[in-house]
């Protein structure tokens, strides 16, 4: 990050402590108050196309909460870079989707640009945290800056093309060399059947997220007995990369690389497009997290009804090492933070906790996770059955539905809405049912994070510099732009500017408070 931005950082900081200020001595006109009362401003990933604000979908939420919502929808692969400049301007949105723990939201929070909602959400029932320990993990140094978007604590998988397994007579992986095994039958012998070699093993797409973000990379690295950001080593907590496992994992992917099993287009493919080569049968493999899986089923769907079910799921592997270690996830992904910008005071924060609490309520999840009952969707037991999705309007709410609104639900994803999944058919059905076996099986061996719950100051101050250290190295190294060597020289580098301070602060911090 260059100097001008840390400076442009400050600005915002000083601007939100001014703001701050303007609030506890009563500052603030009413003009503001009023738009406070009738509009909400938020920021939020999305992965496709996005809504239309005047869309049937949009009309619908902005009925049940009260309020008209202006969203500036981001693409993922893009958030992290829009959401630091976004908390570097004069113009942060009152909800904005956040990584609490990255050092440009931590800069501003402890600032005063957001408001600590520890202890304020006990009272607003859709609202107030589900489970302890997952609360505890969003906590930014002891406080409360968002309200954490559910998800399951064990969700990472592989989704694999059943038809090409069946048509080349392999087995579903159980270990890293079964996946290797499968991703060279995928790229040479022709698993689509038209005679030509233009297929490969494994859809990666660029990834937006720091180190340990839940990139297909941590998953594999972790599997090789990697720690899953931080282990223990010797008596002391160290980063994952500092382990030959990391190594020795990155080198059998830059293997994968070199030999053409991942798509040539890994380091710049949008994670919006994920899906895309998948369905059009030029990638078999997809290391993601399980509900990937009845994505593509929904997709394969619409392409031919009478043909679909060519989607399995399985879940973490066996490493090198003869042992099984499964990648989890905190229980959340990211938070809604409300800004102080506009928000000022506590009159307002409750108007807009409230706003948020019919949000998330059972029918504002319906309407975040399935859509308008009866127009998209119907009801089947515990399940959504899309319908008239033939109708291109029916289809808009759908697409809205699956590629941005989902995302400002905090709990319907694990089945907290009226229903847990849009199955449409058998084998949707069952592969809903398989995540939990999986899930639970996995659970026996994953591997935790025990700095999760802590924040070096040094990462705070120095992480713009230092977080994308990494995670650009080893995407350089696996397509071959630097060696190994260099590889490690830019670990070297990480340590050199803060990251050996930060490892001692880690430390100190876990020993103190706890993981």
Not at 75 to 98: F, Q, R
Request: aromatic residues 8%; glycine residues 10%.
């Amino acid at each position: 990050m260059t100097i001008f931005s840390r400076r442009r950082i400050a600005v915002a900081v000083a601007a939100s402590t001014a703001l701050l200020a303007s609030a506890c001595s009563g500052g603030g006109d009413s003009d503001e108050g009023q738009a406070a009362s009738t509009e909400l401003t938020v920021m939020a990933p999305l992965f496709g196309t996005a809504p239309d604000p005047s869309g049937e979908l949009q009309q619908a939420v902005e009925k049940l909460i009260g309020k008209k919502l202006k969203i500036t929808w981001v693409p993922n692969a893009e958030y992290g870079d829009k959401s630091n400049v976004t908390l570097a301007s004069d113009n942060i949105p009152d909800v904005m989707v956040v990584n609490e723990k990255g050092p440009s939201f931590v800069k501003a929070a402890e600032a005063g640009a957001f408001w600590d909602l520890t202890g304020k959400l006990d009272k607003y029932p859709n609202l107030k945290p589900a489970n302890e320990q997952t609360a505890k993990n969003t906590m930014t140094n002891g406080k409360t800056y968002g309200i954490y978007r559910v998800r399951p604590l064990l969700r990472s998988g592989i989704v694999i093309r059943k038809d090409w397994l069946a048509k080349l007579g392999l087995q579903e992986p159980k270990t890293t060399d079964d996946l290797y095994a499968i991703a060279k039958a995928f790229t040479e012998r022709d698993p689509d059947g038209n005679g030509k070699k233009d297929t490969y093993g494994l859809i990666i797409p660029k990834w937006p997220g720091n180190y340990a973000s839940a990139s297909p990379y941590d998953v594999v690295e972790t599997w090789f007995g990697a720690p899953n950001g931080w282990g223990e080593r010797d008596g002391k907590l160290v980063p994952g990369f500092d382990t030959p496992q990391f190594l020795e994992a990155n080198r059998w992917l830059r293997k994968w690389v070199t030999e053409g099993l991942i798509n040539p287009d890994f380091a710049t493919l949008d994670s919006g497009n994920w899906n895309d080569p998948f369905v059009q049968g030029k990638g078999g493999m997809i290391i993601d997290v399980n509900v990937r899986a009845t994505q593509l089923l929904d997709l394969f769907k619409e392409k031919n009804p009478k043909d679909f079910d060519k989607v399995t799921l399985v879940g973490n592997l066996t490493g090198p090492d003869g042992q099984k270690h499964s990648y989890p996830f905190t229980g959340y992904n990211m938070v809604m933070a409300i800004s102080k910008q506009h928000i000022r005071t506590e009159e307002q924060l409750d108007q807009v906790l409230q706003t948020l609490d019919k949000l998330e309520s059972k029918e504002g999840s319906i309407l975040l996770t399935n859509g308008i009952e009866g127009r998209n969707f119907k009801a089947d037991g515990k399940y959504a059955v899309p319908i008239n999705q033939d109708d291109a309007k029916v289809k808009a709410i759908q697409n809205d539905v699956d590629k941005a609104f989902i995302q400002l639900g905090t709990r319907a994803s694990v089945g907290l809405g009226a229903y847990a999944l849009r199955p449409n058919d058998a084998a949707s059905r069952a592969m809903r049912e398989k995540f939990d076996v999986l899930m639970n099986e996995d659970l026996k061996t994953a591997v935790f994070n025990p700095a999760l719950g802590v924040i070096a100051p040094t990462a705070v101050s120095k992480g713009q510099t230092l977080d994308t250290i990494i995670p650009d190295a080893r995407i350089k190294y696996l397509s071959g732009a630097i060696t190994e060597d260099q590889l490690q020289a830019q670990i070297k580098r990480w340590h050199d500017g803060g990251g050996t301070q930060i490892a001692q602060e880690v430390n100190d911090l876990v020993a103190k408070v706890g993981g």
